[in-house]
């Protein structure tokens, strides 16, 4: 059978840096990175024989949403002001509910998933709204919610480690917010008490994780273009993986 050829650029790694070591010696290594090298050409081609309606710059514009996140991203960073490393402080020491909104969020909630589970070796549960409320309702009401008391008075700190407890992430994709694409320079998180609109998907799980206790952060692109909004969450969401590996591999 032949097949058309794709070009793409592989994700060659300089002899300074050190070698990324694959869990298990028969598979190879998994760049975060190499998503890009091989989605773009895939793209460049599906919008050159029409299967996409692109706009004409939609590939460069991608390329410097992702420029632009490794800048806001970087590990010289503060703290402060690189949102990997507020998204990965939260989620540290927690089990990861990734909970998404629409296709695009849901497509990088479940790479978020994999990305943990690669890069930092901690699972997590992703799905989208609203079937995750009654998929994951029951870990709300075990150990993992809010029987897992972290200011608990009579837990021994120096022989109990702080406990595992629950953390939701919901990711979303919100175009219809007039004007914030225009300023924003990636997800923005969303505070808590915000009272802007939301589909009753979301005011549900908001509910569910307040009646018990559990911590919902939530961050939402407003990048009217569906490509844009994937690049802008996927993007924060491996570099918090990484943060989260290194971290581990520190402890």
């Known amino acids: 059978m032949r097949a058309l050829p794709l070009p793409f650029v592989t994700s060659a ?13 028969d598979l190879p290594a998994e760049d975060p990175a190499a998503l890009w090298s091989h989605l ?8 050159k024989i029409g ?10 514009a991608v ?18 002001t690189n949102p990997a490393k507020g998204l990965a402080a939260r989620l540290a020491g927690t089990v990861p509910l990734l909970w998404a909104e629409g296709p695009v969020a849901g497509a990088a909630a479940t790479r978020f998933a994999a990305q943990l589970a690669d890069r930092a070796g901690r699972p997590a549960l992703a799905g989208p709204l609203p079937q995750v409320l009654t998929a994951h309702r029951g870990m709300f009401t075990g150990q993992l919610g ?10 021994d700190r120096v022989e109990e480690p702080d406990p595992l407890h629950l953390q939701v992430l919901l990711l979303r994709h919100t175009p219809e917010a007039a004007g914030a694409a225009d300023e924003q320079e990636g997800p923005a998180e969303v505070p808590e008490d915000d009272a ?10 908001h509910r569910l994780a307040a009646a018990h206790d559990v911590r919902l952060t939530e961050y939402a692109s407003a990048r009217p273009d569906a490509l844009h909004a994937l690049a802008d969450l996927v993007a924060l969401t491996d570099f918090a993986a990484v943060y989260l590996g290194l971290a581990a591999a520190q402890t």
């Open 13 to 25: 790694q300089p002899d300074a840096l050190p070698r990324v070591v694959a869990a298990e010696p």
């Open 146 to 155: 809010a029987g897992a008391d972290p200011d608990d008075f009579f837990r």
């Open 196 to 205: 802007g609109p939301r589909s009753f998907g979301v005011t549900r799980a």
């Open 63 to 80: 390329a410097d949403l992702l420029d632009a996140t490794a800048v806001r991203c970087r590990p010289d960073a503060a703290a402060y």
């Open 40 to 47: 773009t050409p895939l793209l460049a081609l599906a919008q």
């Open 51 to 60: 299967v996409t309606q692109l706009p004409y710059d939609a590939l460069p």
